[in-house]
């Protein structure tokens, strides 16, 4: 027996695995409870007594020996992974996980944004929970003026503090103007609220691209000049802007852009309403008011602003006639979208 134990342990000793796999083997072979060992156990029991104590140590130190070998092996082998399964094929690509697409809203403001940061104007952030100041009365809009109807506004808290839902990011124009001096060429993309009855062309949130020039000697001109920069940019080369007159409390003049029509090129087709332009945002020089209600002095700086809807301007990109898609999150909508 003591022989037995001497060539086991060469041949333990002698053993080596390349996976896990053969480890689990070796270690049934010696160690399972049919194995070798247990089976010399089982044996010393017929030794005669004067002889268990040496066998008893060989036996014991065999046992040692086998279980320190078992766990170097699979301590050696624990990064490699398991021993490829037979009958799978390699060589065969893994199967694609689903990635994710930006949203197309996004996609669209991005575009948007670059294309004014281009022209050195740089992006601006603000609260989407507003004060009166920030959205009404900085901006030029008395209190009880019928102006502060134009947007049906979301208020939060009709206390003392009166706190609302920012319907324009005009509101980070003021915070814009009242933290820095000019020259001023800031960007304000961002979301805004409104309380309309959820339609096709209406929801009660949307997204705005608002921007703001202030500095000495700014006009109409140079106005006029980067929001045509801006449609050819974004509509393509031939496009063209034409301005109508309008009203907003804190720009004067104001004006409406309307870029020409980019599917139709003018012709007239059912997305301009055959008029051949398409109407996509409010503009004008800052009311030398709002200058002054944010400690800008209009004597010495003059400036413009303006402001689009992103999900307009999506709409009109993706030929979507239903405002309410974007917002479903269905994947199946969503994952048409790629961006540039
Ligand atoms: N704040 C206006 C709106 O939400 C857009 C606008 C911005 C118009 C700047 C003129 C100048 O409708």
């Not at 281009?118 to 609260?127: L, N």
């Amino acid at each position: 027996m003591l022989t037995k134990i001497a060539v086991l342990k060469q041949e333990i000793e002698a053993f080596s695995a390349s996976t896990r796999d053969d480890v689990e083997q070796f270690r049934v072979r010696y160690l399972g409870r049919k194995g070798v060992l247990p089976a010399l156990f089982k044996a010393f029991r017929t030794v005669p007594v004067h002889e268990k104590k040496q066998f008893g140590q060989e036996l014991n130190a065999l046992k040692n020996l086998l279980e320190d070998k078992v766990n170097r092996l699979k301590e050696e082998l624990a990064d490699c992974g398991d021993s490829p399964a037979k009958g799978v094929d390699m060589t065969l690509p893994p199967e694609m996980q689903a990635l994710g697409s930006r949203h197309p809203i996004s996609i669209v403001q991005n575009e948007i944004t670059d294309i004014f940061c281009k022209a050195g104007f740089k992006v601006a952030d603000g609260p989407e929970i507003e004060d009166d100041w920030h959205q009404f009365s900085a901006l030029n809009f008395p209190p009880e003026h019928p102006a502060r109807d134009m947007q049906d506004t979301f208020f939060v808290d009709k206390g003392a503090h009166e706190m609302l839902l920012r319907a324009h990011t005009s509101t980070v124009q003021v915070r814009v103007m009242e933290s820095q001096s000019p020259p001023i060429r800031s960007l304000m993309p961002g979301r805004v609220y409104r309380n309309e009855t959820v339609s096709a062309r209406a929801n009660c949130f949307f997204h705005q691209v608002e921007g703001l020039y202030i500095d000495k000697g700014v006009s109409f001109a140079d106005l006029k000049q980067l929001l045509l920069y801006f449609a050819r940019e974004m509509f393509g080369k031939k496009s063209d802007i034409r301005m109508r007159p309008s009203y907003f409390p804190f720009t004067e003049p104001s004006a409406e852009v309307d870029v020409s029509c980019y599917i139709c090129n003018q012709k007239g087709c059912n997305v301009c309403k055959h008029t051949g332009y398409l109407e996509i945002m409010g503009c004008g020089m800052v009311d030398p008011n709002v200058l002054e209600n944010c400690g800008i002095d209009p004597k010495v700086y003059s400036g413009y602003a303006f402001g689009m809807g992103v999900d307009r301007i999506a709409m009109l990109k993706y030929n979507v006639n239903d405002l309410r898609v974007f917002f479903d999150n269905d994947v199946r909508f969503l994952k048409q979208f790629t961006s540039a």
